[in-house]
């Protein structure tokens, strides 16, 4: 499995100049051979619907990326992406069944609506998707009965299915890079209580928990023999969305899930965002170091 963070391939007049056909050109080799490349995909695909966001303040962004730039995550190799944030919405109804649309033609599932699942078969085995947020139109990541009860579910369906949870919450920026104990807030939003959740997503029979929002990467932990990626920051944020320090930072994980559910191997490999160009490969792997060293603060 490979899984990354935020994904937001440009936006209206702040695309890239060559249609973000570059962008993973440092990643793919990564990603070949992996049977699930997931992403979290930050902002719709969508020629359509009216901006549902007042941004004249500048405190709020709304965002779309042309229809077309599907074929760019097509050819990077995504299999599942995550609709469930903040900006899945930023168009409307018509901007999300639009991105839904595109994403369907491209072969890539999509999960993170109130109550969804997406399912596949790899290798023989079930694999279920799910994915939250605190926002409208989401799977509530501060229901955890709910998402709890989603993973059980799963389950329930095919006790074989392999359980894998997104979620989209924490508070953002670099002074959010630990996990703190108990609910965070930012903005006045709830963004969740993350460290409960996941335990409790584990504890229901989920195989791993990927979590992003925080534009920032955290720290990660084995929880039952189970992976938790508190937040994989952002990982291919071409314009509209700072890549200065600590939210530069691009992780990709890597991991090995075995038959019973429990995380094999797995690493991180570090990236950094460039304006405009993607994420290139990091020599220094800052990123994975930072997460090396937020994780030994969770133990």
Known sequence: MAAMGDIMLGTENLLPPDGAAGFFTDVKPFLEGAD???????????????????????????????????????????????????????????????TEEVLASLGILHTGAPGQIARTEIRGRPFAFIALAPNSGCQNINDVPGAVALVEKALEDDPDTLVIVSMHGGAEGSAHMRVPDGPETYLGENRGDLKRLARALIDAGAAMVIGHG??????????????????????????????????GLAPLLLAEIAPDGTTGSYRFVSFRQQMNKGPRLDKTDEAAETIRRLSEELK
């Open 214 to 247: 925080p534009h920032v990467p955290r720290g990660a932990e084995l929880y039952k023999g189970r992976l938790i990626a508190y937040s994989l920051g952002n990982f291919a944020t071409a314009s509209g969305i700072s890549v200065k320090g600590a939210t």
């Open 36 to 98: 699930v490349v997931f992403g979290n995909l930050e902002g719709p695909l969508t020629d359509r619907g009216s901006p549902t966001k007042d941004t004249s303040t500048g405190r709020s962004f709304c965002f779309r990326t042309p229809p077309s730039y599907g074929d760019v995550l097509k050819d990077a190799g995504f299999t599942v992406v995550s609709l469930a944030n903040n900006h899945a919405l930023d168009y409307g109804p018509e901007g999300r069944v639009q």
